[in-house]
C-alpha cells in the first residue's frame, strides 16, 4: 500500500509539468502503472487513483485546464497565488482520495459492484 501511496504522491507533483491532461496521460500513466506493477501496488486501486490524480491538473497551474488561462489572462490571480491555492486543493483532494476514496473504493470491489 506505500507504494500505491508514493506513485499516486509522485503523479500529483508531475502533474505540474505537463499543460495537457492527454500528454500527461500518454507520457506517464504507463510509467507509473509499471512502477506500480513493479513494486506490487493493487492494480484496481492504481489505476482509479491514476485517473483522479490527473483530474486534479486544471487546478494545480493555471495552464492545466481549459477556463484556467482565460480566469488568469483576465487577471483573476497571480501566478503565486494560483500555484499554492492549486497545491493545497490537489494534494487534500488526494488525501481525501487515499483515506475515504481508497475504502470507497475496496467496499465497491468486494461487493463486485467495480
Known amino acids: 500500500m506505500m507504494a500505491l501511496i508514493v506513485i499516486l ?5 508531475v502533474r505540474y ?6 500528454a ?3 507520457a506517464m500513466v504507463p510509467v507509473f502503472a509499471t512502477v506500480g506493477h513493479v513494486t506490487g501496488a493493487p ?3 492504481l489505476a482509479l487513483g491514476l ?12 495552464y492545466g485546464g481549459g477556463p484556467g488561462p482565460i480566469a488568469f489572462g ?19 483532494s488526494l488525501i481525501i482520495h487515499l483515506t475515504i476514496g481508497m ?9 463486485g459492484w467495480l
Open 24 to 26: 500527461y496521460v500518454a
Open 43 to 45: 492494480t484496481e486501486l
Open 103 to 111: 475504502a470507497w473504493w475496496k467496499l465497491l470491489m468486494s461487493l
Open 9 to 13: 504522491t509522485l503523479s500529483v507533483s
Open 17 to 22: 509539468l505537463f499543460a495537457s491532461g492527454g
Open 51 to 62: 485517473v483522479f490524480a490527473n483530474s486534479y491538473g486544471g487546478s494545480v497551474t493555471h
Open 74 to 92: 483576465a487577471g483573476y490571480n497571480d501566478i503565486k497565488s494560483w500555484w499554492i491555492t492549486g497545491a493545497i486543493i490537489a494534494f487534500g
